[in-house]
């Protein structure tokens, strides 16, 4: 953006933001998008009169989602009338906050980024991206721009509280982070899931919309869904098998499984022998953990064990899945990577009905626009806590700003983030941002992060903008493409996000020399591709992708254009070196090398670990503004079972203290046989009965954040991700 498309921009966003309410005379007008809250990517259906939201339903010709539709999706209509929305900047005012220009905003961002740069170099400026980052494309196109400007070591983001095991494990095997190989469940015959919860999240890594009906399609063809989780979950309860796990023990029973394999002669490679190297490595490694050795651990019979290996490698298809519930563990590396080995070693990777790698029409994989990652070239400051793909695991933030010394983090900018809430240790980092020399935040609310910040940059919310998943379709059970226009135009005096950006890295780069890197050509690519919209950038990367796409074409289908179902792309798609597999890297080995320790401990009689939970109209931590996805009986309840219970003395609707290493909530208790003994569980998302927070509607129904009891110091030793499912507490009344 140059000075007087700059000029033009703050001139058009200078009047107020306004709220117009259309005549009862408008026409009704239909309009279709994809919604972007979450991965499922569900097409939607709008009925709208002039800037009125009048009914939101699932789009039935949507040939991904078939008119499937969530609460969530309902309440977009809530969040784009909310009146605790901010349409124009603010600023903090002692206790208060005021109103800004957007030129007055963008003039303090950047002189108080620069000026903490200035007295303490460039990593004394923190960056942290929230889960919403990749459900925006304009903050893909333009943010990174202006992050990269920062020119800092600490950057963070929501990925350590979640996927960064995958990442890793996909970047070990397969040669790029973002090489995570989907389960084909519209084909397969048998489903094994560890620790997801689609029916709540349609699908979380495998973008899958409709869960319910394609979990119906898979027991009308004969096939099996096994679910392995120490709750019984919304998917729990519509499989055809449940086995209850102790929280952990994941890694431990996969590699019993593939012990099994070994043991029972069931190793199939099939197609996959000509590119994989390693086997009889995994088979040495495997060797302790004989599915009698960790039964007790896993609170799985051996038998069992040995009955879910025989039955997943013998399935005409089949494929393993784990989620976020065996991700955020002490042994989330170890436990993605024994999932990707336990499909390759069934001969279910790159199969009809196994595991598959997509094809999206935008490749961020095959041009190069996304990295492939890398691991351990540096680490973080206070506790040595290796990076991948440049991020350190945010389990550490609270230690870079609280710790003096060169290198302290003093100032943050928080993009579409709430780390208070969502990363562990909660209150820590609450105390943490409330002494920072400056923040920024880019967010349309006042909440228990943004409340810290000098200055708030506000972006349009999702139905003033256009959109097209530039992540999510590399995740997605079928290979599709779908532009969605802006159902409203942009309000005046608003801006979107990537005009925030770019205004914000023009004038950064023009206060700080130096501030933009590389040769001549690579500066000028930078400044062009700025100048860009969203939706131009887009139309280049269709142009220039695999299927040659023109966005025009893509544009003639509302409903979203249809590219047919995921196929075997081996070994063509793998970003290896040599295009081969080799399945244990050197890490796994170290680690297993230690012998298995912590992977076979036995709970101790009484012990309680804490476990998280996903609720299906709830987003995070940032859809409980919304009237209608909060009503109805509470839903921050810690859950615990009977036997539990009575030991305790705890009573069913009881008001009870949970406490663990790092602080304690009361919180009500619901009694249920649907989890396991030795398991108390609550949802994340909630907490919002902080000072200072400016959510009317949630402040209401504020519950308690699990995050105030989640350990920071508690992290898999592979990656540094937190381990939010390992929490040791105790109950009392």
Same mark, same amino acid.
């Given at each position: 953006?140059?000075?007087?498309?700059?000029?033009?921009?703050?001139?058009?966003?200078?009047?107020?933001?306004?709220?117009?309410?259309?005549?009862?005379?408008?026409?009704v007008?239909t309009?279709?998008?994809?919604c972007?809250?979450?991965?499922?990517?569900?097409?939607?259906?709008?009925?709208?009169q002039?800037?009125?939201v009048?009914?939101?339903k699932?789009?039935?010709?949507?040939?991904?989602?078939?008119?499937?539709i969530c609460?969530?999706?309902?309440?977009?209509?809530?969040?784009h009338?909310?009146?605790?929305r901010?349409?124009?900047?603010?600023?903090?005012?002692?206790?208060?906050?005021q109103?800004?220009?957007?030129?007055?905003?963008?003039?303090l961002?950047?002189?108080?980024?620069?000026r903490?740069r200035?007295?303490?170099?460039?990593?004394?400026?923190?960056?942290y991206?929230?889960?919403?980052?990749?459900?925006?494309y304009?903050?893909?196109?333009?943010g990174?721009?202006?992050?990269?400007?920062?020119?800092?070591?600490?950057?963070?983001?929501?990925?350590?509280?979640?996927?960064?095991?995958?990442?890793?494990?996909?970047?070990?095997?397969?040669?790029h982070q973002?090489?995570?190989?989907?389960?084909?469940?519209?084909?397969?015959?048998?489903?094994l899931?560890?620790?997801g919860n689609?029916?709540?999240?349609?699908?979380?890594?495998?973008?899958?919309?409709?869960?319910?009906?394609?979990?119906?399609?898979?027991?009308?063809?004969?096939?099996?869904?096994?679910?392995?989780?120490?709750?019984?979950?919304?998917t729990?309860?519509i499989?055809?098998?449940?086995?209850?796990?102790?929280? #952990?023990?994941?890694?431990?029973?996969l590699?019993?499984?593939?012990h =099994? %394999?070994? @043991? +029972?002669? !069931?190793?199939?490679?099939?197609?996959?022998?000509?590119w994989?190297?390693?086997?009889?490595?995994?088979?040495?490694?495997?060797?302790?953990?004989?599915p009698?050795?960790?039964?007790?651990?896993?609170?799985?019979?051996a038998?069992?064990?040995?009955?879910?290996?025989?039955?997943l490698?013998?399935?005409?298809?089949?494929?393993?899945h784990?989620?976020?519930g065996?991700?955020?563990?002490?042994?989330?590396?170890?436990t993605?990577w024994?999932?990707?080995?336990?499909?390759?070693?069934?001969?279910?990777?790159?199969?009809?009905?196994?595991?598959l790698?997509?094809?999206?029409?935008v490749?961020?994989?095959?041009s190069?626009?996304?990295g492939?990652?890398?691991?351990?070239?540096?680490?973080?400051?206070?506790? #040595?806590?290796p990076?991948?793909?440049?991020?350190?695991?945010?389990? =550490? %933030?609270? @230690? +870079?700003i !609280?710790t003096?010394?060169?290198?302290?983090i003093?100032?943050?900018?928080?993009?579409?983030?709430?780390?208070?809430?969502?990363t562990?240790?909660g209150?820590?980092?609450?105390r943490?941002?409330g002494?920072?020399?400056?923040?920024?935040?880019?967010?349309f609310?006042?909440?228990?992060?943004?409340?810290?910040?000098?200055?708030?940059?506000?972006?349009?919310?999702?139905?003033?903008?256009d959109?097209?998943?530039m992540?999510?379709?590399?995740?997605?059970?079928?290979?599709?493409?779908?532009?969605?226009?802006?159902v409203?135009?942009?309000?005046?005096?608003?801006l979107?996000?990537?005009?925030?950006?770019?205004e914000?890295?023009?004038?950064?780069?023009?206060?700080?020399?130096?501030?933009?890197?590389?040769?001549?050509?690579?500066?000028l690519?930078?400044?062009?591709?700025?100048?860009?919209?969203? @939706?131009?950038? !887009?139309?280049?990367?269709?142009r220039?992708?695999?299927r040659?796409?023109?966005?025009?074409?893509?544009?003639?289908?509302?409903?979203?254009?249809?590219?047919g179902?995921?196929?075997?792309?081996?070994?063509?798609?793998?970003?290896?070196?040599?295009?081969?597999?080799?399945?244990?890297p050197?890490?796994?080995?170290?680690?297993?090398?230690q012998?298995p320790?912590t992977?076979?401990?036995?709970?101790?009689?009484?012990?309680?670990?804490?476990?998280?939970?996903?609720?299906?109209?709830?987003?995070?931590?940032w859809?409980?503004n919304?009237?209608?996805?909060?009503?109805?009986?509470?839903?921050c309840?810690?859950?615990?079972?009977p036997?539990?219970?009575?030991?305790?003395?705890?009573?069913?609707?009881?008001?009870?203290?949970?406490?663990?290493?790092?602080?304690?909530?009361?919180?009500?208790?619901?009694l249920t046989?649907e989890?396991?003994?030795?398991?108390?569980?609550?949802?994340?998302g909630?907490?919002?009965?902080r000072?200072?927070?400016?959510?009317?509607?949630?402040?209401?129904?504020?519950?308690?954040?699990?995050?105030?009891?989640t350990?920071?110091?508690?992290?898999?030793?592979l990656?540094?991700?937190?381990?939010?499912?390992?929490?040791?507490?105790?109950?009392s009344?």
């Amino acid at each position: 953006m140059n000075d007087r498309a700059s000029e033009a921009l703050l001139r058009a966003a200078s009047g107020a933001a306004t709220q117009t309410r259309s005549p009862s005379s408008a026409p009704v007008e239909t309009r279709y998008c994809v919604c972007n809250l979450c991965e499922a990517l569900c097409g939607l259906e709008y009925k709208v009169q002039g800037s009125t939201v009048v009914s939101i339903k699932g789009d039935e010709r949507d040939p991904f989602s078939r008119g499937h539709i969530c609460p969530k999706a309902v309440a977009l209509k809530d969040l784009h009338e909310d009146p605790d929305r901010l349409r124009r900047p603010v600023k903090r005012v002692g206790a208060d906050w005021q109103e800004i220009s957007w030129n007055e905003a963008f003039d303090l961002v950047v002189d108080g980024l620069a000026r903490v740069r200035e007295q303490h170099g460039s990593d004394a400026v923190g960056v942290y991206q929230g889960n919403p980052t990749v459900h925006s494309y304009g903050q893909l196109t333009h943010g990174l721009d202006f992050f990269g400007l920062l020119k800092t070591r600490n950057r963070y983001s929501a990925t350590s509280v979640d996927q960064l095991p995958h990442h890793m494990t996909a970047w070990w095997l397969y040669g790029h982070q973002l090489l995570i190989p989907i389960p084909d469940i519209d084909h397969t015959q048998h489903l094994l899931i560890l620790g997801g919860n689609p029916l709540a999240s349609n699908g979380s890594l495998m973008t899958a919309p409709d869960f319910r009906q394609r979990m119906k399609a898979l027991r009308e063809r004969g096939g099996k869904l096994v679910v392995i989780d120490p709750r019984r979950s919304e998917t729990a309860a519509i499989a055809d098998e449940h086995h209850f796990i102790r929280p #952990g023990g994941d890694a431990a029973l996969l590699l019993a499984m593939l012990h =099994t %394999l070994f @043991d +029972e002669n !069931l190793v199939h490679l099939g197609r996959l022998q000509a590119w994989v190297d390693g086997v009889d490595d995994v088979q040495a490694l495997v060797q302790p953990y004989a599915p009698e050795s960790v039964a007790q651990s896993v609170g799985i019979a051996a038998g069992e064990i040995r009955r879910l290996a025989r039955e997943l490698a013998s399935a005409e298809s089949g494929v393993a899945h784990g989620r976020m519930g065996v991700s955020v563990t002490e042994q989330g590396v170890l436990t993605q990577w024994a999932i990707q080995v336990l499909n390759i070693l069934c001969g279910n990777l790159d199969r009809v009905g196994g595991a598959l790698f997509t094809q999206p029409a935008v490749d961020l994989i095959a041009s190069g626009a996304m990295g492939p990652g890398h691991w351990g070239r540096y680490r973080s400051r206070v506790r #040595g806590l290796p990076e991948f793909a440049g991020e350190f695991p945010v389990a =550490t %933030l609270a @230690d +870079e700003i !609280l710790t003096p010394g060169e290198g302290q983090i003093r100032a943050m900018v928080v993009s579409s983030g709430n780390p208070v809430l969502s990363t562990p240790n909660g209150a820590q980092l609450d105390r943490a941002l409330g002494g920072l020399d400056f923040m920024v935040s880019f967010d349309f609310y006042i909440n228990e992060t943004s409340r810290h910040a000098h200055v708030i940059l506000p972006p349009t919310c999702a139905l003033e903008r256009d959109h097209y998943d530039m992540v999510f379709l590399h995740l997605a059970i079928r290979n599709v493409a779908h532009y969605s226009p802006a159902v409203f135009a942009k309000p005046d005096g608003t801006l979107h996000d990537w005009q925030i950006f770019a205004e914000l890295a023009r004038r950064y780069e023009s206060r700080v020399p130096g501030a933009r890197r590389g040769s001549w050509s690579q500066r000028l690519i930078k400044r062009l591709m700025r100048r860009l919209r969203p @939706d131009q950038q !887009l139309a280049l990367a269709l142009r220039m992708g695999p299927r040659k796409l023109r966005l025009k074409d893509v544009m003639r289908h509302p409903h979203g254009l249809d590219l047919g179902p995921l196929q075997p792309t081996l070994p063509q798609r793998l970003r290896t070196s040599d295009r081969r597999i080799r399945l244990v890297p050197h890490a796994i080995r170290a680690h297993l090398d230690q012998g298995p320790g912590t992977l076979l401990r036995v709970p101790e009689p009484g012990e309680l670990v804490l476990i998280g939970r996903r609720d299906q109209r709830t987003n995070n931590s940032w859809m409980h503004n919304a009237e209608r996805l909060v009503k109805g009986p509470p839903r921050c309840v810690l859950l615990m079972h009977p036997q539990d219970a009575a030991a305790r003395g705890v009573a069913d609707d009881a008001t009870v203290r949970v406490r663990s290493r790092v602080g304690d909530v009361l919180v009500p208790v619901s009694l249920t046989a649907e989890v396991a003994p030795g398991v108390v569980s609550l949802p994340h998302g909630w907490g919002h009965g902080r000072a200072g927070v400016r959510l009317s509607v949630a402040s209401e129904h504020a519950g308690v954040s699990i995050n105030d009891l989640t350990d920071d110091q508690l992290v898999d030793p592979l990656s540094g991700n937190a381990a939010l499912n390992s929490v040791r507490v105790t109950v009392s009344v």
